[in-house]
């Protein structure tokens, strides 16, 4: 099984940037592909962007690209998410997730972290 955190999180102003960073413990990190996806309140949990085993392979929704990137560090079993552009529309509490497929749906994940809350305010 693996653990993950989330953290970074935080309250910032429409336009300003967040840097999110969750933690992995397992012993097989770079086997896993990394997922991040949001909630807000009274929507669905929806895809935010994945990681492959490395940094080079990397897809993301629509609604972020261009805004959001994805990195890993497997030496330190951390995955991230540079968030820069942001608007209010991307309030939500922000999920790390963990799986062996590549897959842009919450349900094909294994692993999850409690989640970081992201507030963007005009």
């Known amino acids: 099984q693996v653990q993950l955190v989330e953290s970074g999180g935080g309250l910032v102003q429409t336009g300003g940037s967040l840097r999110l960073s969750c933690a992995a413990s397992?012993?097989?990190?770079?086997?896993?592909?990394m997922g991040w996806f949001r909630q807000a309140p009274g929507r669905e949990r929806e895809f935010v962007g994945r990681?492959?085993?490395?940094?080079?392979?990397?897809s993301y929704a629509d609604s972020v690209k261009g805004r959001f990137t994805m990195s890993r560090d497997n030496a330190k079993n951390t995955v991230y998410l540079q968030m820069n552009s942001l608007k209010v529309e991307d309030t939500a509490v922000y999920y790390c997730?963990?799986?062996?497929?590549?897959?842009?749906?919450?349900?094909?994940?294994?692993?999850w972290g409690q989640g970081t809350q992201v507030t963007v305010s005009s």
């Open positions: 990681i492959g085993w490395s940094s080079d392979i990397t």
């Open positions: 997730a963990a799986g062996t497929n590549w897959a842009a749906t919450s349900r094909s994940y294994d692993y």
């Open positions: 397992t012993r097989t990190f770079s086997r896993y592909v």
